[in-house]
T-cell receptor, first 116, second 116 residues
Framework: DSGVTQTPKHLITATGQRVTLRCSPR?????VYWYQQSLDQGLQFLIQ???????AKGNILERFSAQQFPDLHSELNLSSLELGDSALYFC???????????????FGPGTRLTVL | GENVEQHPSTLSVQEGDSAVIKCTYS??????FPWYKQELGKRPQLIID?????GEKKDQRIAVTLNKTAKHFSLHITETQPEDSAVYFC???????????????FGQGTILTVHP
């Protein structure tokens, strides 16, 4: 167990819908990262938050957004869902900038999203 | 941006043999290189990592080597066991400075199968 929690474990929804994925980082970690893993794309970085602020952005679609709250949990919002959004969505956390930004990232168990 | 190439995509070995997976990266500013093991449907788990100020790191049957000049790093697993069967991902992370700070760029993954 990495200490990173994600809910829900599974999510099945229809095209055009909107969903919210939730992540709680390890105790004491300030940085949260979101990754998407699909069969043909591997693990793709989406976005990073540090202590409530967006710090780095990857290949995140405009239909997707995220935020990190004062208690450091994070939510990833996916809207106008398409079939191709079906994937495993992982959250990871690390300690943050104080250790030089080269922190180990620990992954949560993931949310499997299926869009029908 | 950073690009990480990983080879081979599949690797099949007999129990007790060694396995080697190689990765190359493009961004000379990358200075942290973790390796993750992922079992089917589960989260990526860190198995070993190396920072750019060392050339080799070992942890029991697992070792990682880094050649900064050539911009490649390798994972070595000795005395493989069937429970080593999984997908292995290498990754690279850029250090201080720049918008890619904290962003892990993953290789495409290697499916390792260890036959009893």
């Amino acid at each position: 167990d990495s200490g990173v929690t994600q809910t829900p474990k599974h999510l099945i929804t229809a095209t055009g819908q909107r969903v919210t994925l939730r992540c709680s980082p390890r105790s004491g970690d300030l940085s949260v990262y979101w990754y998407q893993q699909s069969l043909d794309q591997g693990l793709q970085f989406l976005i990073q938050y540090y202590n409530g602020e967006e710090r780095a952005k990857g290949n995140i679609l405009e239909r997707f957004s995220a935020q990190q709250f004062p208690d450091l949990h994070s939510e990833l919002n996916l809207s106008s869902l398409e079939l191709g959004d079906s994937a495993l969505y992982f959250c990871a956390s690390s300690g943050g900038w104080t250790s030089g930004g080269r922190d180990t990232q620990y992954f949560g168990p993931g949310t499997r999203l299926t869009v029908l | 941006g950073e690009n990480v190439e990983q080879h081979p995509s599949t690797l099949s070995v007999q129990e007790g043999d060694s396995a080697v997976i190689k990765c190359t990266y493009s961004d000379s500013a990358s200075n942290y290189f973790p390796w993750y093991k992922q079992e089917l449907g589960k989260r990526p788990q860190l198995i070993i990592d190396i920072r750019s100020n060392v050339g080799e790191k070992k942890d029991q049957r697992i070792a990682v080597t880094l050649n900064k000049t050539a911009k490649h790093f390798s994972l070595h697993i000795t005395e493989t066991q069937p429970e080593d069967s999984a997908v292995y991902f290498c990754a690279a992370l850029r250090g201080a400075g720049g918008t890619s700070y904290g962003k892990l760029t993953f290789g495409q993954g290697t499916i390792l199968t260890v036959h009893p």
